[in-house]
Every structure is written in structure tokens, then in C-alpha cells.
């Protein structure tokens, strides 16, 4: 007998569902959604076949970065219910069998949680060194992240003389964490969400918080950051044996193996894939599959224990920060040629479905790669169903817009009269009158009902999570061929970058005579001739998935 051997890596093969309890659902009819909103809710979830949600921050906030500048890392943001509400969503979650992880912001906390407030109060302030403090700004700083609102890392605190660093706004202060009782509070909060029941966290901006450890001089200076990433990351196994690390790293190839921890694997369990995904834009603006080849074959020969999360779209803009200016020129003027669609000159801050004009054959051929692409796939709520953005809303704003549960008041995300979320739903053909889960839920063609489709293939394909990969070759530039293979099964993906129709003519390893690619979509099958040679239609934007196997093969049904 041999065995299947996953261990308690859940995450390789899972379906990750990210979502703003703010945004999902109000069930007090205050205007703003809540844990009590996202419970009654979950058995769509469960439903819609997602394993694990992300919750982005629900934490106390000082509202100032849509919850990422936290005030108590230990509290709950009061207008989304009680701790005990939380508590008892992760209960519901769990008991449906979906697994919660949630962001770690611990890179910087607002400047009015306590413990800056006591920081800035004097420098003899036992929590001085909490922060990142200098009597100068270095002459040599990286851009500001957000160049539209600061000008500077480097805040000048009148009261005690010295300046703060702050890789993202002013009122976000970076943590120190070069310093032992910052990385002891750190322990602390993660050992509670721990210990509370998740498994796992969503890491903010990774490389910004080791870069606080390696800029720090002094004594405290931590030697080598990635060891205080290492630190982390075997803290949180010892407390919890199958936790994910799964962190935000928009860095070049090299680092990302870095941040992995090297081909031994032992800092970041998983990494968002910053660079396919950008590339993926850069395929879909040429028609040509040339861009995100190239991607998904640089990507490190990394730990077979490590995983990318790819993704579509996030709640961030959709940066193209690492096209050159050319490459980003081309993305922008195929998906976002207006100013107003345009942040800090290198994002987007659409949905895909407006950016794509509403074309069914290229949203549904994009999210057929997103689950299909070597990795586990990570789904930004209102995906599933399609919904666009509100461009009225400020920056990134404009795709944090309430889920639109069906085509009534408010999209059925809330009864009351006014709020300012309420005001955000957007408007136009992207609205809740067209485009909402009550409608789709009853129509098998509709984008949720492929969403569906998809997750289901996926999780019924472990090639996809965990299988090794290959391009296969083929004559047409527009189009993606690649196997997936993992335990002696194979599955065959193509993708189709152009609206016209192709033949593809390939050779698929171990095919044979015995063997046929069987659709995972239609009941069509394709036999293949002795060398494994195939030919497969593929329609304009089209996209197969095909599973080789043989007349007894038990992998069939
Ligand atoms: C990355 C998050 O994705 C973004 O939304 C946030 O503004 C920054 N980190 C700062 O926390």
C-alpha cells in the first residue's frame, strides 16, 4: 500500500476566501456590516465551496487605513458586534469545516494606540524604543507606499524633538521589532489568536517589518532579520502544529525565496504571488501567454512544504509595480486608461469584470487560471458573483464596496436608511440589480454557478496544489499549455489569450494509445495517438481542463 502523504499542510490544496466583515453583511441595521451578519452567511460559504476565510481586520481601529492601523490588538472593532460575536462565528466556521486565518498587522499600530501615546509622551518613556525613533531622517529613504497623501517615511514629533518612522501613513508608526519586548508583544498577540482558534495568519507587509529589524543600529539590532521570520514562524508552529504564515511580499524573485527561507523552507509558509500575478495583467493586455510563461517558470525552486497563493484581484490597487514603465503603460491603457482608475502612479483600483468590459469568455478564462495555475487560489469577496467598483470612492476605496446580496434595497447588504457604506454600493451595470447572489444562486450559468464549478474541480484535483509543473509546447503564442502532475495523476490545463478559436496541436507526457484526456468540464473525452500527440479546439478566450487517464483508471468519475 502507499500513501498520500499531505501531513497538516491544509493550505497547499485549500480555496482561501478573503472578506471585510465591515462590508459583508449588516444584520443590526446600523449601516455597517458585522460578525452577526458574516454568521448568518457562512452556509454560503460552506456552500460555494471556499475552505478557508481571511478575515481582514476587525480589530479596535482608529480608522484611518480601513482597520490596518490597530489600537488594541486584543479587542474587537465595536461597530462590527461583541468578542463574543467573534467568538461564536469561529465556531460556526468550524463547525462547517472552513478554516479562519486573520491579518497580522504587526509592522505598525496606530499612532493612538497606547502604547505610541506613551512612546511620544518622552523620550525616558519606557516605551520609547517601541517605535523606530532618529533625530534626523536618514538621507537615503524608499519612496513613500502611499505618495499621493505622505512625503516622507519620517514624522517630525514636535513634542520630544525626534522624528518617527512610518513605512505607510503618519498615523501608522512603525514597530520596533529589533527591540525584545516588541517581539515579546508580538508573541503575546499571536499566541492569543492562537489560542482563541485560528489557524493561521494573512501577514502584513513582511519586508517592511524585517527592514525595521535591519535598519535599527545599536545594540538591539537584530543581526540577521529573517531569523527574527524564522522565530516567528516556529513560535506559531509549536503553539499551533498546522497554522499557516501565509505573508504579503511584493518583492523580486530572488527575495521571495528569502522570504520562503530558502529552498529549505522555514519562515513563510506561503507567499501571494505579487509577479505572476502582474505578468497574468501583462498576458491579458498583449493577448499573448508570453508574459505569464515566463512568471510561472521563474518562479525559485522552492520547499515542496511552501505554496503561492495566487490571486486575481485584492482589496489593495492592483499594482503593476514591477512592469517596467512600458509593460505598465500597455496594462493601463487595456484596463484602466483614465486618471481617476489610476493610484500612486503604478495601480488600478478596478474589479476585473469592468476591466475585462464584462466579457464572460475572458472573466471566466482568468478565473479558470486563477484555480488552475500551480498554487492555491485566493478569492477577494464579490468575485464570485462578478461585482465591479465605484470609482466615486477614493483610491483603493473603490472595490471595498458592500456585497451585493441580491437586487433589493441597499443589495440586501443593509435596512438602514443612510450610512456612508450604504452610499458606497455601487452603481450601473455592475450594480446590485444585475449582478447579486440571490439571482445567481438560482442560475447554474451564472457566474457563481462556475465559480462553483471551479472550486469543486479544484478541490477534487490535488495535481493543482501540489502537483509539479510543466509547459507543454505548442505553436500558439496566445495560448497557456501546461500538466500538473502528483501522485500519478496528470491533469492537462489550456488557456486561450486571444478571441479567435485555435487548434492546438501538443504531445502530452505519458499519453498514449491507452490513454484519453477526459474534460473535467463536458463529457467529452480526447484520445490520444501513441506518442501522446493530441489536438485540442480551443475557443476564442476559451480554456479545458483535461485529466489523463486510462480505461481502469480509478481516478475517473
Ligand atoms: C498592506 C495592506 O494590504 C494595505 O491595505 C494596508 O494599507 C498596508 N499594508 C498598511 O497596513
Known amino acids: 500500500m502507499s500513501i498520500v502523504d499531505t501531513g497538516d499542510l491544509w493550505w497547499k490544496s485549500a480555496v482561501v476566501y ?27 460559504l460552506a ?31 465595536s461597530r462590527f458586534g461583541h468578542f463574543g460575536d467573534l467568538v461564536e462565528l469561529m465556531r460556526l466556521a468550524r463547525s462547517r ?4 486565518i486573520v491579518d497580522l498587522v504587526i509592522n505598525h499600530t496606530s499612532d ?50 525626534q522624528y518617527y518612522q512610518h513605512m505607510f501613513y503618519k498615523a501608522q508608526p512603525d514597530l520596533n521589532v529589533a527591540n ?40 538591539g539590532a537584530l543581526p540577521d532579520p529573517h531569523e527574527y521570520l524564522q522565530a516567528l514562524r516556529s513560535f506559531l508552529s509549536r503553539r499551533v502544529g498546522d497554522a499557516v504564515l501565509l505573508g504579503e511580499v511584493n518583492l523580486p524573485r530572488e527575495d521571495q525565496l528569502l522570504f520562503f527561507g530558502g529552498p529549505d523552507g522555514d519562515e513563510l509558509n506561503m507567499q501571494f504571488d505579487f509577479i505572476t500575478m502582474q505578468k497574468m495583467y501583462l498576458s491579458l493586455a498583449r493577448s499573448d501567454a508570453g508574459p505569464l510563461v515566463e512568471a510561472l517558470q521563474s518562479r525559485p525552486v522552492c520547499s515542496h512544504d511552501v505554496q503561492w497563493a495566487n490571486f486575481a484581484r485584492n482589496h489593495d490597487e492592483l499594482t503593476l509595480d514591477k512592469l517596467t514603465d512600458e509593460e505598465r503603460a ?51 469577496y464579490g468575485e464570485e458573483i462578478g461585482m465591479g467598483e465605484n470609482l466615486a470612492r477614493e483610491g483603493r476605496m473603490a472595490v471595498r464596496t458592500p456585497m451585493q446580496w441580491n437586487a433589493g434595497r441597499n443589495g440586501g447588504f443593509s435596512n438602514a436608511k443612510k450610512s456612508p457604506l450604504i452610499d458606497a454600493i455601487v452603481d450601473g451595470v455592475f450594480g446590485p440589480d444585475r449582478v447579486n447572489v440571490e439571482d445567481q444562486l438560482r442560475d447554474p450559468d451564472s457566474q457563481l454557478g462556475f465559480i462553483k464549478r471551479l472550486i469543486e474541480h479544484y478541490r477534487a484535483s490535488p495535481e493543482l496544489g501540489w502537483g509539479t509543473f510543466e509547459v507543454l509546447k505548442q505553436k500558439h503564442p496566445a495560448v ?22 485555435v487548434d492546438v496541436h501538443l504531445r502530452v507526457p505519458d499519453g498514449d494509445e491507452s490513454t484519453t484526456l477526459s474534460d473535467l468540464f463536458t463529457d467529452e473525452t480526447v484520445q490520444l495517438t501513441g506518442a501522446g500527440a493530441v489536438d485540442i479546439s480551443l475557443e476564442g478566450y476559451g480554456f479545458r481542463w483535461l485529466r489523463l487517464v486510462s480505461e481502469t483508471d480509478v481516478r475517473r468519475y
Not at 97 to 100: D, K, S, T
Not at 183 to 206: H, P, Q, S, Y
Request: glycine residues 10%; negative net charge; aromatic residues 14%.
Open 18 to 44: 478573503c472578506l471585510d466583515v465591515e462590508t459583508f453583511l449588516d444584520w443590526n441595521g446600523d449601516g455597517v456590516g458585522d460578525f452577526a451578519g458574516l454568521a448568518h452567511r457562512i452556509d454560503y
Open 47 to 77: 456552500e460555494l465551496g471556499v475552505t478557508c476565510l481571511w478575515l481582514m481586520p476587525f480589530y479596535a481601529t482608529a480608522g484611518r487605513d480601513d482597520g490596518y492601523d490597530i489600537v488594541d490588538f486584543y479587542a474587537v472593532d
Open 97 to 100: 469545516g472552513l478554516r479562519v
Open 112 to 161: 493612538k494606540h497606547p502604547w505610541f501615546t506613551a512612546s511620544r509622551s518622552s523620550r525616558e518613556s519606557p516605551y520609547r524604543d517601541y517605535y523606530v525613533w532618529r533625530d534626523t531622517p536618514p538621507k537615503k529613504q524608499p519612496k513613500p507606499v502611499f505618495p499621493d497623501q505622505e512625503k516622507s517615511n519620517w514624522e517630525l514629533d514636535k513634542k520630544t524633538g
Open 180 to 219: 525584545p519586548a516588541v517581539r515579546d508583544e508580538i508573541a503575546k498577540i499571536m499566541g492569543f489568536w492562537a489560542e482563541l482558534g485560528v489557524n493561521g495568519f494573512r501577514v502584513d507587509a513582511v519586508p517592511f517589518l524585517l527592514e525595521t529589524a535591519a535598519i535599527i543600529g545599536g545594540d
Open 330 to 380: 500597455e496594462v493601463f491603457a487595456a484596463f484602466g486608461p483614465e486618471k481617476r482608475m489610476q493610484v500612486y502612479g503604478r495601480g488600478i483600483v478596478r474589479r476585473l469584470p469592468p476591466m475585462l468590459h464584462g466579457d464572460q469568455r475572458r472573466i471566466r478564462m482568468v478565473y479558470s487560471l486563477l484555480f488552475s495555475m500551480p498554487g492555491t487560489p485566493v478569492l477577494f
Open 480 to 501: 497557456l499549455a501546461h500538466t500538473l502532475t502528483w501522485d500519478g495523476g496528470r491533469v492537462v490545463l489550456l488557456h486561450n489569450f486571444a478571441d479567435e478559436p
